[in-house]
């Protein structure tokens, strides 16, 4: 990212049938009228994928931020293995 994060207008895009593992915790906030946008590129059959396995608590997580446009995307936090740890697992927070 930039130094202080991402700004107005900027763009975080994910492939097209990609699978990401873990907590996406960008930076920054957008702006009225020039949002931060979080969406996919290219061509594919499913969605961008983001999953947190229940290794954290939120997935995509934003926090005392402004002005994001999240879009296209497939957000889990299902904890992985057969007894998963109780707990409070949000997709996008």
Known sequence: TKS????????????????CSGQLAPQGSGAAGTPITISQ????AAKPLIQG??????T???L???????????VSNKPAGANPARGTFRGIY
Do not use: A, K, M
């Open 41 to 44: 590129y290219g061509t594919g």
């Open 64 to 74: 005392n931020q402004q002005h994001w446009h999240i879009t296209n995307l497939r």
């Open 4 to 19: 202080g994060g991402f700004q107005p207008g900027d763009q975080i895009l994910f492939r097209r049938d990609s699978v």
């Open 53 to 58: 396995q229940g290794l954290y608590e939120d």
């Open 60 to 62: 995509v997580y934003l």
